[in-house]
């Protein structure tokens, strides 16, 4: 339960608000909002005055995250980050560097409810939602422990971003506004594993992000068998949203599909999930893109990854149905930077 105030999940205009309720003049909300988009503490925002400082230091929540764990990959620099929450629980994120920018994958929640046989991170299940504020600040921990600034966010880490709506919506006004991190909604990628009435809504927010969905299987036996959500939404309803996502933002969505060796990864599963998604977005125009990711091999899944010559006959399959699909280049890979893991790990000592 929080006994403080989380300044740092207000926007300005909520931030004016408070500043005038406590009979501090509305300017102080530019001041502050800047100082907590830089991680600044309370302590050291030096144009509020100490007695105002004094008093944001006993009410307000800290909920800058702190660096618990930190693994560098050898092979190409990624960063796996395992940070600390107010509360004591742990989360991860990673930083990846590529020519056109630093990416940071963040997490929503600490755990995950969703239930996805092949991910690590739900293993438990979901404690609780992360608060807006938490959202941000695991950009804000890495941009000051690197040294680097973030211009990319994929919302793929722990937790179901559409799950968690209210707060993930905060988050991004947060995260676009001047004066803050102004980090632009065409560089933030939302992964959903198919939350229909997430996806419906967020619509409707007439957001430019770019949407990721979880699919992983062609048919509802297969999927229901690895994802529960499918009991919920089938992939006809699914994909009917994603056709209105489509329609409303004009953005592209990416399709993710892991490959489990002997589940779903055979020719004929291509080619089932080729004609699947020909037949649902024809006539959109919309442009098709599969994200091809090899199982990470987790112990308490016993699920196994295929060949690489498997998973390059996968993709020229789908190419026949005018499909474009990318074969995900796994980074970090001698860190164990695959969702989940290292708070598995640290949740196990």
């Known amino acids: 339960m929080i006994d403080k105030i989380d300044i740092a999940s207000m926007?300005?205009?909520?931030?004016?608000?408070?500043?005038?309720?406590?009979?501090?003049?509305?300017?102080?909300?530019?001041?502050?909002?800047?100082?907590?988009?830089?991680?600044?503490?309370?302590?050291?925002?030096?144009?509020?005055?100490?007695?105002?400082?004094?008093?944001?230091?006993?009410?307000?929540?800290?909920?800058?995250?702190?660096?618990?764990?930190?693994?560098?990959?050898k092979l190409d620099g990624t960063v796996k980050y395992l940070f600390k929450l107010y509360d004591g629980a742990c989360i991860e994120s990673v930083l990846m560097r590529y020519n056109h920018g630093n990416t940071l994958c963040i997490s929503s929640q600490v755990g995950c409810r969703m239930g996805c046989k092949f991910c690590a991170s739900t293993i438990g299940g979901k404690v609780r939602d992360l608060?807006?504020?938490?959202?941000?600040?695991?950009?804000?921990?890495?941009?000051?422990?690197?040294?680097?600034?973030?211009?990319?966010?994929?919302?793929?880490?722990?937790?179901?971003?559409?799950?968690?709506?209210?707060?993930?919506?905060?988050?991004?006004?947060?995260?676009?506004?001047?004066?803050?991190?102004?980090?632009?909604?065409?560089?933030?990628?939302?992964?959903?594993?198919?939350?229909?009435?997430?996806?419906?809504?967020?619509?409707?927010?007439?957001?430019?992000?770019?949407?990721?969905?979880?699919?992983?299987?062609?048919?509802?036996?297969?999927?229901?068998?690895?994802?529960?959500?499918?009991?919920?939404?089938?992939?006809?309803?699914?994909?009917?949203?994603?056709?209105?996502?489509?329609?409303?933002?004009?953005?592209?969505?990416?399709?993710?599909y892991t490959l489990i060796a002997g589940k779903n990864d055979g020719i004929s599963d291509a080619d089932e999930l080729g004609a699947l998604l020909k037949k649902a977005f024809f006539g959109t125009g919309a442009p098709i893109h599969v994200n091809l990711i090899r199982v990470n091999e987790v112990k308490e899944t016993g699920f196994k990854k295929g060949s690489e010559e498997s998973v390059k006959i996968f993709a020229d399959r789908l190419s026949k149905y005018g499909i474009v699909a990318t074969v995900r280049r796994r980074l970090g890979a001698d860190v164990n930077a695959a969702c989940g893991q290292l708070r598995r790990s640290n949740m196990a000592k």
């Open 131 to 256: 608060l807006p504020s938490e959202l941000l600040g695991q950009i804000i921990a890495a941009e000051k422990d690197s040294g680097e600034r973030i211009s990319n966010i994929v919302m793929m880490g722990i937790g179901e971003p559409l799950d968690n709506y209210d707060n993930v919506i905060k988050f991004l006004k947060l995260v676009n506004a001047e004066g803050g991190l102004n980090i632009g909604y065409r560089h933030i990628s939302l992964s959903t594993c198919g939350v229909v009435s997430g996806i419906l809504k967020l619509a409707e927010e007439d957001f430019p992000l770019t949407l990721s969905i979880s699919l992983h299987a062609a048919n509802d036996e297969k999927r229901s068998e690895i994802m529960p959500v499918n009991n919920k939404w089938k992939i006809a309803e699914l994909l009917s949203a994603c056709v209105s996502y489509y329609k409303r933002s004009g953005r592209r969505i990416s399709f993710e």
């Open 11 to 73: 926007t300005k205009a909520e931030l004016c608000d408070y500043f005038k309720s406590i009979g501090e003049p509305k300017f102080r909300a530019e001041q502050v909002f800047s100082w907590i988009s830089r991680g600044t503490p309370v302590s050291e925002m030096t144009n509020l005055s100490k007695a105002l400082r004094e008093k944001l230091e006993k009410c307000a929540l800290n909920t800058l995250p702190t660096v618990e764990e930190k693994l560098v990959s």
